[in-house]
């Protein structure tokens, strides 16, 4: 069965550094694009970062450029997003989604508290 499960997520000072685990299994996670969103309270889930299946290609939305980086392992069925120089305004869940050729999953998300 198809599980996609967030982990990594606290809370954290202004400033500080957190790192997110995505960790996929039940399908072929070589094959699918990864992203990260999250949800801050009383808002929309947003897209924050994406990678490719191969290549390594990635992108990022604007709001955590040069802050954030995505990654992934395939050997280990997982992808990372490094988070560094938080902000207040990063509080959110952070949701892992898995993008393959015919299918989508999500997983439950992690929760990231910015505040001193």
């Known amino acids: 069965q198809v599980q996609v499960v967030e982990s990594g997520g606290g809370l954290v000072q202004p400033g500080g550094s957190l790192r997110l685990s995505c960790a996929a299994s039940?399908?072929?996670?070589?094959?699918?694009?990864m992203r990260w969103y999250r949800q801050a309270p009383g808002k929309e889930r947003e897209w924050i970062a994406g990678i490719a299946n191969i290549g390594r290609i990635t992108d990022y939305a604007d709001s955590v450029k040069g802050r954030f980086t995505i990654s992934r392992d395939n050997a280990k069925n997982t992808v990372y997003l490094q988070m560094n120089s938080l902000k207040p305004e990063d509080t959110a869940v952070y949701y892992c989604n898995a993008v393959g050729p015919n299918m989508a999953y999500w997983g439950k998300g992690t929760l990231v508290t910015v505040s001193s």
């Open positions: 039940g399908f072929t996670f070589s094959t699918y694009a």
